[in-house]
C-alpha cells in the first residue's frame, strides 16, 4: 500500500519509521551500519523533503503516529496536494 506521509523517530541506535494515510500505517526499524545519521550529506534530495524536526522522548508508535497525523493536519492545509 502507498501512504502519502512518513514520520521517523531516530535515536544513536535505531530509527522507527512509520508510513501513514488517514485510515492505515505501517511501521519498520532500520538498525544504521554507522553510529550517526547523515541525511544532509548522504541522500541531500531526500533531506530538503523533510518539513519539519521535533524533539520528543522515546515515544511508542502509537504515540508517535498520533504526533505526526497531529502535525501533518496543518501541514497538508498549507501545501498543494499532487
Not at 18 to 47: G, M, N, R, Y
Amino acid at each position: 500500500m502507498s501512504h502519502y506521509h512518513c514520520v521517523v523517530w531516530i535515536d544513536h541506535e535505531e530509527a522507527q519509521i512509520i508510513q501513514f494515510d488517514p485510515d492505515d500505517a505501517d511501521a519498520s526499524v532500520v538498525h544504521p551500519k554507522a553510529k550517526h545519521e547523515h541525511l544532509q550529506t548522504h541522500a541531500p534530495a531526500l533531506a530538503a523533503r523533510v518539513v519539519s524536526v521535533e524533539t520528543v522522548d522515546h515515544p511508542t508508535d502509537g504515540e508517535l503516529l498520533k504526533f505526526a497525523r497531529r502535525h501533518f493536519v496543518a501541514d497538508d492545509r498549507m501545501r498543494a496536494q499532487t
